[in-house]
Nanobody, 125 residues
Framework: QVQLVESGGGSVQAGGSLKLSCAAD???????MGWFRQAPGKEREGVAT????????YYADSVKGRFAISEDYAEQTMYLEMNSLKAEDSATYYC???????????????????WGRGTQVTVSS
């Protein structure tokens, strides 16, 4: 798969914030793009998705109210604002595009064709 480029990861104490960026080919006709994460020994899980054309966003229950996904068409970049971070948020975060599913809110990684190599987020208690 073609790799996207994530950035903005790092180490932060619980309660802190980080902003992740992803250089991507964004069009308002794009039906869905998103962020996923994976911790060692665990399966990849969906975090948030956005539909630029419909301007709809979806979030996993574990991050709802704390994280915000957005995109900037002029900069061809998508973002994930992470606030009130918890230790359980520690993981490698991946951005994904090239959606071919029917429901963006399902947060299913298999519905995306293009992925970045990931950026590490470590939250200490």
């Amino acid at each position: 798969q073609v790799q996207l480029v994530e950035s903005g990861g790092g180490s932060v104490q619980a309660g802190g914030s980080l902003k992740l960026s992803c250089a991507a080919d964004i069009h308002y006709s794009t039906n869905c793009m998103g962020w996923f994460r994976q911790a060692p020994g665990k399966e990849r899980e969906g975090v948030a998705t956005i539909s630029p054309g419909k301007r709809e966003t979806y979030y996993a229950d574990s991050v709802k109210g704390r994280f915000a996904i957005s995109e900037d068409y002029a900069e061809q970049t998508m973002y994930l604002e992470m606030n009130s971070l918890k230790a359980e948020d520690s993981a490698t975060y991946y951005c994904a595009t090239g959606y071919f599913g029917d429901y963006c809110g399902a947060l299913v990684g298999a519905d995306f064709a293009t992925w970045g190599r990931g950026t590490q987020v470590t939250v200490s208690s």
